[in-house]
């Protein structure tokens, strides 16, 4: 067995980094101690202890207890579990938990219904997606969700600590450190938040030292590449990039500059380049039009190049788009637009906008068009909107210098 599961921990005081759960005090720990357990929903990325966690609330329970995982389980282990209940055997109820229950469909989840509610089966699931989006809502509405957060630097410290000490306890060795605060460190912050990747590095770290020596660069070896954490499929793939996004809007370029780095390290430079795109329209937009252009060409010269240069041009339209004036007056325009029309306020196009090139059009109301380029300014008051929207306005001038000087050329039509 890896490391992580033989060094799993036995009691609430060993699960590290989830204080706002599990601290003396806390509801979640009052529940657990109580023995009175609900329908309960574990929502948190790897490797933070939810599968711990709810391994020992089972060795606590009297019930009877079933473990699924959802990645290899289907509706006949279900049901043959679902079976048990009323029988002998599940006297004091059946306590069913699934990991990664985000893997089984809808039908599966709703299989479980009746029974979590009259209390046959008590469900502790754990998932690391959102749970508001994977699983079924009847499910979710039964159940109580606690979210587990990334462990940090440095509740992560004790956790490598732990694996050393174990390691040394199971095989009788005695592990020397030319720099053992060092070393944990070099772990703790490689690890990006995930305990199992921790007690990972210090497995590899133990099966590789020569002498029972550990050396920092050791440790840097073995952890160097874990800290990220990047699935494009995932809640990871879209937090990223809604920070990135943010960042931008935001005018904060060390800020954009961090998670742009982030997610071309995880090989994601696609989506960095579409939202670079989506951010210059959506939230520079009109106030310095140029910033798209500029955006474009810093893209196609990436993509030419590749990384790792592909980080400077894709820098330089981070820093660009961060450092400009903003104004969000185009996306608020056309969403207004889109609102009326998906509300049926579409009405029919103005006769004088009709298309009138051919014989007997007058006959189909197409009455004149009046042509703007014949008028002194290029512009003549017509009627553009259908009669429904007639004097509608989508679109506000934003307070920007560029919008502004727009504003003042319209005035003078």
């Known amino acids: 067995m890896p490391l992580a599961d033989r060094a799993r921990p036995s009691n609430l005081d060993m699960i590290f980094g989830q204080e706002h759960l599990l601290a003396k005090g806390r509801p979640l720990r009052k529940i657990i101690e109580s023995g009175n357990i609900p329908n309960m929903v574990f929502y948190g990325p790897p490797g933070v202890g939810k599968t711990t966690l709810a391994r020992i609330i089972a060795d606590r329970s009297k019930k009877r207890l079933h473990k699924l995982n959802g990645t290899s389980s289907g509706t ?10 009323g029988t002998l055997g599940a006297e004091g109820g059946i306590l069913l938990y699934i990991d990664e229950i985000q ?18 089966v008590t469900l502790i699931a754990s998932t690391a997606e959102n749970p508001f989006f994977y699983i079924y809502g009847a499910v979710l509405s039964r159940s109580t969700v606690f979210q ?7 509740s992560t410290i004790p956790v490598a600590e732990h694996g050393f000490a174990f390691i040394e306890k199971e095989s009788g060795r005695t592990f020397r450190f030319d720099d053992k605060d060092a070393v944990m460190k070099t772990i703790a912050f490689g690890c990006g938040g995930d305990a199992r990747k921790a007690l990972g590095a210090v497995e590899l770290c133990a099966t590789a030292c020569d002498d029972d020596y550990i050396t ?8 160097q590449k ?3 954490r990047y699935d494009r499929d995932g809640d ?3 937090d990223l990039l809604s920070a990135f996004q943010k960042s931008i809007r935001g005018s904060d370029e060390n800020a954009a500059l961090h998670y742009m780095s982030r997610l071309l390290l995880a090989g994601d430079m696609p989506s960095v380049c579409r939202r670079l795109i989506v951010a210059a329209a959506e939230d520079i937009g009109l106030a310095y039009p140029n910033a798209v252009v500029f955006t474009k060409a810093c893209i ?5 190049v590749g990384m790792p240069e592909a980080r400077i041009p894709l820098a330089d339209a981070v820093i660009l788009l961060c450092t400009s004036p903003k104004s969000n007056s185009g996306v608020v325009a056309v969403d207004k637009a889109f609102a009326d029309v998906n509300k049926g306020l579409i009405g029919d196009v103005p006769g004088h906008l009709k298309d009138a090139n051919y014989a007997g059009s007058k006959t189909f109301g197409r009455t004149t068009y009046q042509y703007p380029h014949d008028f002194p300014n290029h512009w ?3 009627q553009y909107l259908p009669d429904v929207l007639k004097d509608t306005v989508y679109y506000d001038f934003g307070e920007n210098k560029n919008e502004q000087a727009a504003l003042q050329y319209r005035m003078k039509l």
Request: charged share 25%; glycine share 4%; proline share 4%.
């Open 76 to 85: 006949a282990d279900i049901k043959e579990i679902l079976a048990e209940t």
């Open 103 to 120: 893997y089984l469909n809808k039908k599966q989840q709703q299989s479980l219904l009746e029974h979590i509610e009259n209390g046959d």
């Open 148 to 154: 587990f957060q990334p462990l940090t630097p440095e």
């Open 216 to 223: 920092v660069e050791l440790a840097k070896e073995f952890s």
């Open 226 to 228: 874990s800290g990220q």
């Open 236 to 238: 990871s793939h879209y």
């Open 300 to 304: 196609d010269s990436a993509l030419q």
């Open 380 to 382: 003549v008051k017509q």
